[in-house]
Nanobody, 114 residues
Framework: QVQLVESGGGLVHPGGSLTLSCATS????????MAWYRQAPGKERDLVAS???????NYADSVKGRFIISRDNAKSTVYLQMDSLKLEDTAVYYC????????WGQGTQVTVSS
């Protein structure tokens, strides 16, 4: 059974930072591409960043230079370091494989507000 447990969200001012974590189980983490997605209110879920097993990364244009995705294969955990946060980064953040699998976690809320 695939489990994805996101954590680390919160309320932050514009320009602030947060680091999200996603602990996974039920998948062979080390061989999977992993990714972070986000869904803002009233919008579709979008891809934010992805990382291959060899740690090649890709980012949505909107977060390039501000977010860093990383992974710890020994802990089956993927991270998203978010700096210089903007109001438009407000969303529920989810992790999943890339391409996305059928199972989703509960997500973690990130709210950027002044």
């Amino acid at each position: 059974q695939v489990q994805l447990v996101e954590s680390g969200g919160g309320l932050v001012h514009p320009g602030g930072s947060l680091t999200l974590s996603c602990a996974t189980s039920g998948i062979i983490f080390s061989i999977n591409n992993m990714a972070w997605y986000r869904q803002a209110p009233g919008k579709e879920r979008d891809l934010v960043a992805s990382i291959t097993p060899y740690r090649t990364t890709n980012y949505a244009d909107s977060v390039k230079g501000r977010f860093i995705i990383s992974r710890d294969n020994a802990k089956s955990t993927v991270y998203l370091q978010m700096d210089s946060l903007k109001l438009e980064d407000t969303a529920v953040y989810y992790c999943n494989t890339f391409p996305q699998g059928r199972n989703w976690g509960q997500g973690t809320q990130v709210t950027v507000s002044s």
